[in-house]
Structures are given as structure tokens and as C-alpha cells.
């Protein structure tokens, strides 16, 4: 078919090709009109950056942990982990609770609640390590509540939580100092009860430097132990530091190993007549120089991390607090209008073609065969 035939063909048609995307386009504003207008409220933020500690060299005396942070820092996005955090259930209880978002939605199930909050939010980390939070809903001041009322409940749920390398070691050495104190203690009043029981038995200065000495040696093996506790969550096996503390700790096992062979000698070469006196005497002093020695290694890594946490930029940072939208982002009705006419227009031209085609088929002999074939196939026999 020639240009000037389909040019004909579209001028017969013209009242179709015209008068069919106008009425769909008066349905479509008419539509469009009808259904709810929906809001979006956003808000940005920076969650607290994982920092490399500024109290490393304070560790070097320790002899194991001086490059944990170093080691650790980066190793993970700390955007994602906060995401994961609001979109925790225990924040959308929250929420639901806070905000009554179940007389909202019309439902008594908090499941059902959940999932059309968790449809209507948006969140997500950006290369740059924002955090966007995207709320919609039909009520323009209840979308830009919902919207910082998920970074209140982020700050409120950081401060329950150790998320942070540094407030994760802090808690850790916190507990193991504070299983410390209760042993130095218990060992404390054990000794005072001995003494006020059997009074003072003397030791000689040799055996005094080894048990000193073999108590400070197990007290650093158990510091050792409890260093590599705080690193497996963080690093794996092969890494520098893990591995480096793992050879130190083998070290000191083998020097206690020694000392001990050495010292079970010298005990043996003394004299039955105050022997045990003498070792029950020594026993108490090794386990009170052993948690002593540990308690103050223990209390060293704690002020450490302790340090290490102070110095993290904790606090959440607002970029952009949500405020309440000033226009609507659907429906779009210019847009669904002009979709209706393009879609309408098209259908209309090829409706066009159609009933042309159709026409000139009944008019032709031949035509009219063809299409009463294609009838035929289209049948079901």
C-alpha cells in the first residue's frame, strides 16, 4: 500500500483515529481524579563511621591486640548494618505500636501491619554511605512522622545494642574484668581466712620470685586467651594479628611449661617437716599474684576499648529530617492522560487498518475466500 493509500485510509477513519483517544482521555482524567492522592516523605542520614583506634599504642606493652582495629576497620559497610537494623521487626513493632499503625490499616494482625509497612518504606545505603529513608503514604503528615520516627528508633535501639568493633570489644572486656574482680576477691578473703587460721608461714625469696613469676606468666596466658576471644568475631584464623597473638601465647605456654619443671625440682629437694605448710602457703600467694596480674592486664585492654568507643563518632547524624510533602507523587494524572492518548491513538489507527482491510475483502472474490479460510482455521472442531 502506497503512501497516498494509507494517508486515505486515515481520513476515512479520522472520526474513529479523533474520537476514540478523546473519550479514553476523558475516562482517564475522570479516573484519575478518582483515585487517592499518595505522599512521600524522606529523610537522609549518616550512621557513625567505623574509625581506626587512636588508642592502639597503648596495647603495644600488651603485646597482642595493637593492631586489631587496624585490622578490623573496613572490613564491613557500617550503612548496611544500621539498614538491617531498620528493618529489623523489633523496629517495625515499634513503629506500629508508636504510630497506631494497625487502626491505620485496618487490620488486627500485626503481620499484615508489617508487610504494608515494610510496602510503603523504602531504605536503603548509597555508595556514599547515606541512608535514605523513603516512607509513602496517603497522609501527607503522617508519611513525614513515620520517616523520623524510624531514626528515633534507630538511635534508641544503637544505644541498647554494641554495633560498633569497639563497643563490641568494650563489652567484651568488660565482663571478663569483672570475672576477674570476683576471683581476686574470693582468693583475698581464702588467704586472709588461711593466715587468721595458721598464721604466717615464711617463704624463701627463691621460691617467692618463682611463684611471682609463674603467676604472672598463667595471668598473661589467660590475658593471651581472652585476647584471641575478642578477635575471633571480628578476624578470621589466618589473619596477621590472630596469628601473631596465637605464637605468643604458644611462647609463654613453653616458658610456664619450664619454670614449672624447674620449680617441682627445687620443692622436691626440701625438707617433709614444713613442706606442706609451706605449699598450701605458696599456692594461695601464686593464685593471689596470678589475679592480681590478670585483673590489671584485663583492666588495661578494658580502658583501651573503653577509649576506642569514646572516640567513634556515635551519634546518628540527620541530614535531611523528613518534612511534610507539599505535593503529591501519584497518581500523575498528566502523565496517565497522556499514556491513554498515545495507547488510545495507536489502537484507534490500527482498528483503522483493520476495518479497511476487512472492507476491501468482502468487495474482492478472491479476498472474501481467504478470510472465510482463516475463519475456517480458527475454529474449534
Do not use: C
Not at 505522599?39 to 597482642?64: D, H, R
Not at 611463684?211 to 578477635?231: F, P, V, Y
Not at 624447674?262 to 617433709?272: C, E, F, I, M
Request: aromatic content about 4%; charged content about 25%.
Amino acid at each position: 500500500m502506497r503512501l497516498l493509500d494509507l494517508l486515505i485510509v486515515l481520513a476515512q477513519y479520522k472520526k474513529l483515529i479523533i474520537g476514540l483517544p478523546l473519550v479514553v482521555a476523558v475516562v482517564a482524567a475522570g479516573v484519575s481524579m478518582i483515585l487517592p492522592a499518595v505522599y512521600k516523605a524522606t529523610t537522609k542520614l549518616l550512621p557513625p563511621q567505623q574509625a581506626q583506634s587512636g588508642a592502639s599504642a597503648l596495647l603495644a606493652q600488651l603485646g597482642g591486640a595493637a593492631g586489631l582495629a587496624a585490622g578490623v576497620a573496613g572490613m564491613k559497610n557500617p550503612s548496611d548494618v544500621y539498614v538491617g537494623m531498620l528493618k529489623s521487626r523489633t523496629v517495625g513493632d515499634r513503629m506500629i505500636a508508636r504510630f497506631d499503625l494497625k487502626k491505620k490499616y485496618d487490620t488486627d494482625l500485626q503481620e499484615i501491619a508489617l508487610k504494608k509497612l515494610d510496602g510503603n518504606t523504602e531504605i536503603m545505603a548509597g555508595k556514599d554511605g547515606m541512608i535514605t529513608i523513603d516512607v509513602e503514604d496517603k497522609d501527607r503528615k503522617l508519611v513525614a512522622s513515620l520517616a523520623n520516627g524510624y531514626v528515633e528508633e534507630l538511635q534508641r535501639l544503637s544505644h541498647v545494642l554494641a554495633v560498633t568493633e569497639a563497643s563490641q570489644r568494650r563489652l567484651f572486656f568488660e565482663r571478663e574484668l569483672e570475672t576477674a574482680k570476683n576471683n581476686l576477691a574470693k582468693v583475698e578473703m581464702s588467704l586472709k581466712g588461711a593466715l587468721d587460721t595458721g598464721g604466717v608461714v615464711s617463704v624463701d625469696a627463691e621460691s617467692r620470685a618463682v611463684l611471682e613469676t609463674a603467676a604472672r606468666l598463667k595471668a598473661q596466658i589467660s590475658a593471651k586467651e581472652i585476647e584471641l576471644g575478642a578477635m575471633r568475631p571480628f578476624v578470621t584464623a589466618q589473619h596477621p594479628e590472630y596469628r601473631r597473638t596465637e605464637e605468643e601465647l604458644a611462647s609463654l605456654r613453653m616458658e610456664l611449661s619450664r619454670l614449672e619443671g624447674g620449680r617441682n625440682a627445687a620443692v622436691t629437694s626440701q625438707g617433709t617437716e614444713g613442706k606442706h605448710a609451706g605449699l598450701a602457703n605458696i599456692q594461695l600467694m601464686r593464685d593471689l599474684k596470678y589475679y592480681e596480674t590478670l585483673y590489671e592486664l584485663l583492666a588495661k585492654q578494658y580502658e583501651v576499648a573503653r577509649l576506642d568507643e569514646a572516640k567513634e563518632p556515635s551519634l546518628i547524624q540527620i541530614l535531611d529530617p523528613a518534612v511534610e510533602p507539599e505535593r503529591r507523587i501519584r497518581p500523575r494524572r498528566a502523565l496517565i492522560v497522556l499514556v491513554s492518548i498515545i495507547l488510545s491513538g495507536l489502537a484507534a489507527v490500527a482498528l483503522a487498518f483493520l476495518l479497511e482491510a476487512k472492507r476491501r475483502a468482502f468487495t474482492d472474490p478472491a479476498e472474501r475466500a481467504r478470510w472465510t479460510e482463516l475463519k475456517n482455521h480458527l475454529r474449534f472442531k
